[in-house]
């Protein structure tokens, strides 16, 4: 954050960077703003187990839709679009679009509003995550993490958390592929037969795309996954912490390079996190580990 604080003397500087952020903090930010600790700690073992290996879908249609799709439409006309009106916020970039202060109240209003259970819901996992580490008091850990943010946040501003973000994006992928690989090699686990019962319990690749007797595709859990692929893939599109990553993007070589490094980084985090929880919740319970 010292060092950071160097390149954070204007306002500008503080919110953009300068807009001078490459592809490598660009994407990784995003990445990472995308896959939190609500990934790890509640969705992946929650619908793998649910649905099988058919939830790793999920992190698929998060790289193409939520990342990919997201890249390609949002990024260069944000840019583009946050310059010419001079807006440095979702809020005020809705002021100066529509030219109404109206919109701009009822922006900031309802990010307020929202962005509240989803911050508790990321520190809270982050809480329990250390908790079950260290063995801290998850309360104690909430308070640690919320002063470091807070410190770096106000000493070095958007290129301190560009940073930190990436530094973060490069400790979840090593984190990711290490798991999946320990996961695999663990001798309780016997990757052939995890497979075949996987698919023999009905929870494979391509699970739950019949209907069931009596009922309308609506009912079957084929339904239920894509909507999750559609709330979890288009829901980033409207947050602004991730939004904001495209206004301070270089230029549109960075844009071309980050669509391609922020899609491989989201198949990997959320491929790998959905395919582990289907896989450990079946075959290493507590007592086998």
């Known amino acids: 954050s010292i060092l950071c604080r160097k390149k954070s003397t204007s306002v500008n500087e503080f919110l953009f960077s300068k807009q001078g952020l490459g592809a490598w903090l660009s994407a990784f930010a995003y990445g ?6 609500v990934v790890f700690v509640g969705y992946a073992g929650k619908f793998g187990w649910s649905f099988g290996l ?3 879908w999920i992190g ?7 990342t990919l799709t997201a890249w390609l439409v949002l990024a260069k ?11 440095r916020t979702m809020p005020e970039f809705f002021e100066k ?6 919109i701009k109240l009822v922006a900031s209003i309802v990010i307020f509003i929202f962005l509240l259970p989803y911050s508790s819901s990321v520190y809270q996992g982050l809480g329990f995550i250390f908790e079950s580490a260290i063995g801290l008091s998850s309360e104690w850990c909430i308070l640690i993490l919320a002063a470091l943010t807070a410190l770096y946040l106000f000493m070095g501003g958007y290129f301190a958390t560009s940073v930190t973000d990436f530094i973060q994006g490069i400790i ?28 023999d319990s009905g929870l494979g690749f391509v699970a739950h795309f019949d209907v069931p007797a009596g009922k309308t595709f609506l009912d079957s859990k084929a339904f239920n996954v894509i909507i999750l692929i559609l709330l979890t893939s288009f829901g980033i599109w409207a947050l602004p912490q991730s939004i904001h990553k495209f206004y ?8 071309k390079k ?3 490094i922020s899609s491989v980084f989201s198949l990997i985090i959320g491929g790998g996190a959905y395919f582990m929880g289907s896989f450990v919740t079946r075959f290493i319970t507590p007592e086998r580990f």
């Open 97 to 102: 679009r529509y030219e109404s202060k109206h």
């Open 32 to 37: 990472a703003t995308y896959f939190s600790a």
């Open 258 to 260: 980050g669509v391609i």
């Open 54 to 56: 058919a939830a790793v």
């Open 172 to 199: 979840m992928l090593g984190g990711i592929i290490a798991l999946v690989f320990v996961l695999l090699a663990n001798p309780s686990m016997n990757w052939g037969e995890g497979l075949k019962a996987i698919s």
């Open 60 to 66: 698929i249609g998060n790289t193409l839709i939520g």
């Open 77 to 87: 006309r944000t840019r583009y679009m946050t310059q010419v009106l001079g807006a």
């Open 248 to 255: 301070a993007i270089k230029n549109e070589e960075a844009i």
